[in-house]
């Protein structure tokens, strides 16, 4: 038997390995990472071994105290921040304004002590997903946007 290979096959197969990508980070940070899901049950986040998830739907801490709050937004269907929005925000980065995503970490606030606070939205099942991380500013910049980078829908 003979396998013909084109350059539109190969281009596919290179689209699914590229689609499967995010599921597949997802699901090994899951191994050993928990899993925070919503009150609704349909978005899900996940945070290191080291954080305390609460009784409460959505919630967890960190090592630090500070807590960690994923909800479902039935009502509002994603879409990038427009330039209005993003100046209304207490930006101090702003790592992605996407179509699949909107991430950004605001200043320090005036809190002691200071806190910095992660927020992340994406696309859910019939809404967005939305994530407040609230760290101190010793926290792990790389570890902060790990856990926000697997904000999604629940699986």
């Known amino acids: ?14 689209a699914c390995l590229a689609a499967a990508l995010p599921v597949a980070q997802a699901a090994h940070a899951q191994s050993t990472w928990s899993v925070i899901k919503d009150k609704a049950g349909v978005c899900q986040i996940s945070v290191p071994p080291n954080w305390t998830r609460f009784s409460v739907p959505g919630m967890a801490n960190s090592p630090d105290h ?13 879409r990038q921040f427009g330039s209005e929005t993003l100046s209304l925000l207490n930006i101090g980065t702003l790592f992605e304004n996407s179509a699949k995503r909107v991430f950004y970490v605001t200043k320090p606030n005036g809190s002691v002590p200071p ?3 992660y927020h992340v939205e994406v696309p859910g099942h019939q809404g967005s997903c939305v994530a407040q991380i609230p760290l101190s500013p010793q926290y792990s ?8 980078l697997s904000l999604g829908p629940a699986l």
């Open 115 to 117: 806190l910095i606070t």
């Open 66 to 78: 500070t807590t960690l709050q994923i909800l479902s937004n039935s009502g509002h269907h994603f």
């Open 141 to 148: 910049e790389a570890e902060a946007k790990r856990i926000a």
């Open 1 to 14: 038997m003979k396998v013909q290979i084109t350059h539109q096959s190969s281009l596919r197969v290179i």
